[in-house]
């Protein structure tokens, strides 16, 4: 959310903004918000006028007792002018919740550095590491490898909960957690404090990090609750600060938090009816940074670059893929996907995402700074550690053998007791 003082000085600005975003048809909401804002002031100013002639007519009316004059007008004057003031001030409330709903319709100010695009097909890729190998044998899915392993169960899982959840079974739910231990250990080295979040949040605390759309597209609601299922620990994370002044001198905040996470996906994406990739609920590690509006870049760099060397750790191939201008959601600024390489589809998708909101977050969630004397917004970045279905699609394929099996990783194998390969369960007689 941008603050309403940029947009009535910089109209143009926030309209150029919003056409390099490819988004013209929003550009009628800067002038609709305002004539809305004109006459929320103007009305301000009404009210603030009357209040200033009623404080002016009471010391008339005790002048005039003073005096022995007769009050009558006077007083029947001054009944009026709350009535007035109360037919104002509820036109001003209408107003003022119409004002805050544009200013969340109103897009974020993308950063000079995004490249200027229309879509998610024009975004450019920065770096690649490393390069993908040439398995020399028929490349099987991720489906395949972990149902014939025995490791999987969507079938049972679409019959108890339907389509977008799975069973992980013996060595791949081992995976999955040697995948969350490892994140986490990472980032703790990395002087992040780890946190467990709650697995609900209020609709005031989602409001702050989601548009209505995505809320409706997104959010699982839970019945006659003010709660809905978090679709990443993100939204409790930075939610920890709502309405919070926080010191300038303990910034920056550096958090890791690890959650499942909860998705309806109605969107154009879809759920994968049988697969790891998109489904409704998976297992996410999350990093977010609180930070002075100065040091959010640094911290955008920082982040990236740990998500980078995660997975170079897990000798996946990888590359970073820049969002251009019409890729960004609303309260980005800048952002940046880590995608890995399918050797089944002979293309890479996304693994991680990293983002710098600048202050738009924070101005939503109305999280502020202080020195003891002044306060401002303060700059918030978010980014995945790792989402562990995705990176566990990328192990099974990147990593699978000839004969069925599927070699685990080194610097997971302490966390599974040693174990170097997935393989066929063998049947004990």
Same mark, same amino acid.
């Given at each position: ?22 988004? /013209? ?5 800067? =002038? ?54 109360? !037919? ?7 107003? @003022?919740?119409? *004002? ?19 879509? =998610? ?24 490898? &972990? ?53 609900? *949040? ?35 994370? *930075? ?21 499942? +996470? ?44 740990? /998500? ?14 820049? +969002? +251009? ?7 980005? &600024? ?7 390489? /399918? ?29 003891? !004397?002044?306060?401002?917004? &303060? ?14 699609? &990328? ?30 369960? @063998? @049947?004990?007689?």
């Amino acid at each position: 959310m941008l603050d309403i003082n940029f947009i009535r000085e910089n109209p143009k600005l926030v309209k150029e903004n919003i056409k390099k975003k490819f988004q /013209s048809e929003r550009v009628k909401k800067v =002038d609709e918000l305002l004539e809305k804002d004109k006459k929320y002031r103007e009305l301000l100013q009404k009210s603030e006028k009357l209040r200033a002639e009623r404080n002016n007519i009471t010391s008339e009316i005790n002048l005039l007792k003073k005096q022995g004059e007769d009050i009558s007008k006077t007083v029947k004057k001054a009944k009026e002018i709350p009535d007035k003031i109360k !037919k104002i001030e509820d036109v001003q409330d209408k107003l @003022k919740e119409e *004002i805050r709903e544009l200013l969340f319709d109103i897009p974020n100010m993308i950063h000079k550095s995004v490249p200027i695009g229309k879509d =998610d097909k024009e975004n450019i890729v920065r770096e690649k590491i490393g390069e993908p190998k040439k398995l020399g044998f028929d490349v099987k899915s991720h489906v395949e490898i &972990a149902e014939k392993l025995g490791v999987v169960d969507f079938d049972i899982s679409a019959k108890t909960s339907g389509n977008g959840f799975y069973y992980l079974k013996g060595d791949l739910a081992l995976l999955n957690m040697a995948l969350v231990n490892f994140a986490r250990d990472y980032m703790v080295k990395q002087g992040y404090e780890y946190v467990e979040p709650p697995l609900m *949040i209020r609709e005031n605390v989602l409001r702050g990090v989601y548009s209505h759309e995505e809320i409706e597209e997104m959010a699982y609601k839970i019945e006659d609750e003010d709660l809905f299922l978090i679709a990443t620990s993100e939204h409790p994370l *930075i939610g920890m600060f709502i309405n919070k002044i926080i010191d300038k001198d303990e910034l920056p905040i550096k958090i890791t938090g690890f959650s499942s +996470c909860f998705r309806k996906e109605i969107g154009s994406h879809g759920i994968d009816e049988k697969g790891l990739f998109r489904t409704h609920q998976f297992n996410k590690q999350e990093m977010v940074v609180i930070c002075e509006p100065e040091d959010s870049y640094k911290f955008y760099d920082e982040m990236l670059g740990h /998500s980078k060397a995660i997975f170079k750790k897990l000798g996946l191939p990888i590359r970073e893929r820049e +969002c +251009c201008s019409g890729d960004l959601a609303d309260l980005k &600024a800048k952002s940046a996907d880590l995608e890995a390489w /399918s050797p089944r589809k002979k293309e890479y998708f996304e693994i991680t995402s990293c983002t710098n909101m600048e202050a738009a977050q924070a101005r939503r969630l109305n999280i502020k700074v202080t020195d003891g !004397k002044v306060k401002w917004h &303060a700059h918030t970045l978010n980014n995945t550690v790792i989402a562990t279905s995705r990176a566990m699609v &990328a192990i099974l394929e990147n990593f699978q053998q000839r004969d069925g099996s599927v070699k685990i990783p080194k610097v997971l194998q302490s966390y599974m007791g040693g174990k170097e390969r997935i393989e066929v369960k @063998k @049947k004990i007689n």
